[in-house]
């Protein structure tokens, strides 16, 4: 059973920068496609960024260039570098995990551990 936990999500100020930090538990987080999604009152949730096992990192087109998703398996931790925060980027924002196809597109319903979500707010 994987356990998923986010932080970093916070209040700031158009053009300034986050980082956002997924601490993960259990032996499959490793071998799957870990993602970051968000989602924003009254939106569907949509892929940000996700990081294929071997590291390989894709962007939706909306973040590339502003965020950066990379992991750490030592530490088990897959994080979200977001600069040049945009108002649009204000949402709930989570990680999943889990073993499927790793694009960003990827449905929601494909991963199957979820943390519990950290909130990101740009004024």
């Known amino acids: 059973h994987v356990q998923l936990v986010e932080s970093g999500g916070g209040s700031v100020q158009a053009g300034g920068s986050l980082s956002l930090t997924c601490t993960a538990s259990?032996?499959?987080?490793?071998?799957?496609?870990v993602a970051w999604f968000r989602q924003a009152p009254g939106k569907e949730r949509e892929g940000v960024a996700v990081v294929e096992a071997d590291g390989t990192a894709y962007h939706a087109d909306s973040v590339k260039g502003r965020f950066t998703i990379s992991k750490d398996n030592a530490k088990n931790t897959l994080s979200l570098q977001m600069n040049s925060l945009e108002s649009e980027d204000s949402a709930m924002y989570y990680c999943?995990?889990?073993?499927?196809?790793?694009?960003?597109?990827?449905?929601?319903?494909?991963?199957?551990?979820w943390g519990q979500g950290t909130q990101v707010t740009v004024s």
């Open positions: 999943a995990t889990g073993i499927v196809f790793c694009v960003v597109t990827a449905s929601q319903e494909s991963f199957t551990y």
């Open positions: 259990g032996p499959t987080y490793e071998r799957g496609c």
